[in-house]
């Protein structure tokens, strides 16, 4: 049944993409849907394609292994679109035609400097931001098709010891469906299938959530003790040491039995958070987490557990210690977060593009304000989601990504199905939209722009065709290779280089006349390298990315956005002085 659910998602998209692409053969018609969608359409299928897979999966999990800070991410994401209403939403509509650049080179003759700096900005934070949906998407197909852990080999080539995953089957097959959708359709079906997905997303969600408080928090006799031996089938002379096992929680990881606890009588959402808060609750949790004993899984996963009373996880700092940190540098890290989140969105190509597919101004804000609710109203269910998740008592400790889709599965078989069918979706919409984004970049701005390589309505279409599966291809990649990351750590470095690289560009080209071409193409460049170049110095890449266990990492701390963005501010202004008219520097100095 799950299979055939799954098969049933992936069919109905591709059949749209396929006969919506005989609408989209223009370049109009395949970057902005010919301008011709509804306001309200247009605002579902913004949540649709802001609602990423760390919104879902990520956020969910978060909240799932640390409580309440993961919701800490829904309130950063949904902040961020107070700048796209009231800043962003009317001017870009009237400025832009396809792409980021349009917008920003529009009062400079569309500007080949602007255009070069803009399109390689837009590149940067498509992959990045690609990244957490692949590996998203390949935590969710391989439970839901049943994947083992490794399909194929391991084969020797060069040295190496090469196999063909799960997860990685997962990620090939995601990234070759979007592919499909992009190339078949462009904005026409992305907007639909974003549609579709945002009005999913949230109903489906909203009913998950009315069967957790129906079902409410389980009753929990207490953390049980068991033997070494119980639990990992070792015989060693440590095999009778004792280990603390929740019987809610790890009985069915460990034993697969399924607790035999009743539920509690329906709850609302007061309750539902009260009876949580007086629970103490073991929960298992990555080896990476220096909390509690470790225990080794049959499989060979060690799994750190660890008790902690519920109102403590319904309090801040449990994930972001800078929160209750003493130290300076660790309440920086934090707020540097927030304020990527905050000013990312507006700033972020995928979501630009999508005003260039209403009619005009007035659409665009209602649009904004559609999704504004939406979107608002997904990020309050994945707070109760992500509790369910804790106390469900089927949890993945190694994958916090599928915590949403496991707490479904405790309600049957139908309810996983059909959720995982919706977080496969939501993947979907998002890489296409930044696919899409990433294609325009190349066909519109680099190849016709830059280049000045002028060409058909057909010929572009079909480099943008071309560019699409280029940058799907890399998303593939990029998504095997990052597997072990959170979903939501990795959109949160996708939103620091947005927030650095692409909103001072834009807030100072909308409100200060003395905004020049020099300053935007200088204020590009140095926040997205700045906070490219820090995200790469973490100790977050020096662990999961380069492989140095243990490195502190050379950044002083792991988001640059509170740096990097008043840096890209302060180096428009310096250069856009230095490079005005000389009447005009006249004119002010008297």
């Excluded at 940067?124 to 852990?149: D, H």
């Excluded at 930044?434 to 572009?460: C, N, P, Y």
């Excluded at 949160?492 to 193409?521: K, Y």
Aim: charged share 10%; proline share 4%; aromatic share 10%.
């Amino acid at each position: 049944m799950t299979i055939a659910i799954f098969l049933f998602f992936v069919f109905f998209t591709l059949g749209l993409s396929w006969w919506l692409g005989k609408r989209a053969k223009t370049a109009s018609g395949y970057f902005a849907a010919h301008g011709q969608v509804g306001w309200f359409v247009n605002g579902i299928a913004f949540a649709g394609d802001y609602l990423s897979a760390a919104s879902f999966l990520g956020i969910c999990g978060l909240i799932a292994f640390y409580g309440y800070d993961g919701f800490l991410y829904s309130i950063g994401f949904l902040a961020g679109w107070v700048v796209a209403l009231f800043v962003i939403a009317e001017p870009i509509k009237k400025l832009g035609k396809f792409t980021f650049a349009d917008a920003l080179s529009a009062k400079f003759g569309n500007s080949r400097g602007i255009t070069l700096a803009a399109a390689i900005s837009t590149l940067v934070i498509s992959i990045f931001y690609l990244i957490p949906q692949m590996v998203g998407a390949g935590s969710l197909i391989k439970p839901l098709l049943g994947l083992p852990e490794v399909l194929l080999g391991p084969y020797d080539v060069a040295g190496m010891k090469l196999s063909l995953t799960g997860h990685a089957l997962g990620v090939i097959g995601v990234g070759g469906i979007v592919i499909l959708i992009v190339v078949t359709a462009g904005m026409v079906s992305t907007t639909w299938v974003q549609f579709i997905k945002g009005s999913m997303l949230v109903v489906f969600c909203a009913v998950l959530v009315v069967a957790i408080l129906a079902r409410g928090v389980p009753t929990v006799a207490g953390p049980q003790e068991a033997t070494l031996k119980q639990l990992t089938g070792r015989t060693d002379q440590q095999s009778d040491e004792k280990m603390v096992v929740s019987d809610v929680k790890l009985n069915r990881l460990l034993y697969g039995d399924t607790p035999a606890d009743k539920p509690s009588a329906a709850l609302g959402p007061a309750e539902f958070i009260k009876k949580l808060g007086d629970t103490t609750i073991v929960r298992s949790l990555p080896a990476t987490q220096p909390n509690g004993p470790s225990i080794v899984l049959r499989d060979g996963a060690t799994v750190g557990m660890m008790a902690t009373p519920g109102d403590e996880l319904l309090l801040p700092g449990g994930y972001f210690k800078g929160i209750r940190s003493e130290k300076l540098v660790d309440r920086l890290d934090f707020v540097s977060l927030m304020l990527a989140l905050f000013c990312g969105t507006a700033a972020l190509p995928h979501i630009l593009i999508r005003y260039y597919t209403v009619k005009d101004s007035a659409s665009a804000r209602k649009s904004t304000v559609v999704g504004i609710i939406a979107i608002g109203f997904f990020y309050v269910l994945t707070l109760y989601i992500g509790l369910g998740a804790m106390v469900s008592g089927n949890i993945d400790p190694k994958d916090s990504n599928m915590s949403a889709p496991l707490l479904a599965q405790t309600f049957g078989q139908l309810p996983f199905a059909i959720i995982s069918a919706i977080a496969f979706t939501t993947v979907l919409g998002t890489v296409s939209g930044l696919i899409l984004a990433a294609s325009g970049a190349i066909a519109h701005d680099l190849i016709e722009t830059v280049f000045g390589h002028q060409a058909s309505d057909h010929a572009k279409v079909n480099s943008a065709k071309w560019a699409a599966a280029g940058v799907g291809v890399i998303a593939v990649v990029l998504g095997i290779l990052f597997k072990s990351f959170n979903a939501s750590f990795l959109v949160g470095w996708a939103f620091n280089i947005a927030a650095s690289a692409n909103l001072p560009a834009i807030v100072m080209l909308l409100f200060w006349g003395g905004t020049t071409r020099q300053g935007i193409v200088a204020s590009i460049l140095v926040g997205l390298i700045s906070s490219l170049t820090w995200l790469l110095l973490t100790k977050e890449a020096f662990v999961n990315i380069y492989g140095y266990t243990g490195h502190l990492g050379i950044a002083p701390f792991s988001q640059p956005g509170l740096v990097t963005i008043p840096l890209a501010f302060i180096t428009l202004v310096v250069v856009s002085l230095m490079t005005r008219p000389r009447w005009v520097l006249r004119g002010l100095t008297g």
